[in-house]
């Protein structure tokens, strides 16, 4: 299993409308295209604006595959675009990919 970390550093004013399109769109976007959300978080800091979420992946190929059919969804590229009339959401995004320790079982 591989597991993605995504960090959105968000531009300041967009974290709430951010969880409104994941909230309304994204979430029932990536169940479709094959990706399971274990979690989201948020900087325990304000001020840093950033919105943490893991994302479970069979491999890195099955990982690319899901998203370049989620980037050219036409729900996702009509959503994306009518959210961001009053400009963009993120001023950066990362992706860090991990997989389980050999030595850890979660029981």
Do not use: C
């Amino acid at each position: 299993m591989l597991y993605e970390l995504r960090i959105y550093h968000v531009n300041p004013g967009k974290m709430q409308v951010l969880h409104e399109r994941f909230r309304d769109h994204v979430i029932e976007l990536f169940l479709k295209h094959g990706m399971k959300i274990t979690q989201y978080w948020e900087d325990i800091n304000d001020a840093n604006n950033r919105l943490y979420y893991v994302v479970e992946h069979d491999n890195m190929e099955t990982r690319n595959d899901n998203y370049e059919r989620f980037r050219n969804d036409p729900e996702w590229i009509k959503v994306k675009r009518i959210s961001e009339l009053d400009g963009p959401y993120l001023n950066n995004q990362e992706s860090i990919f991990m997989k389980t320790a050999a030595f850890f079982e979660n029981k």
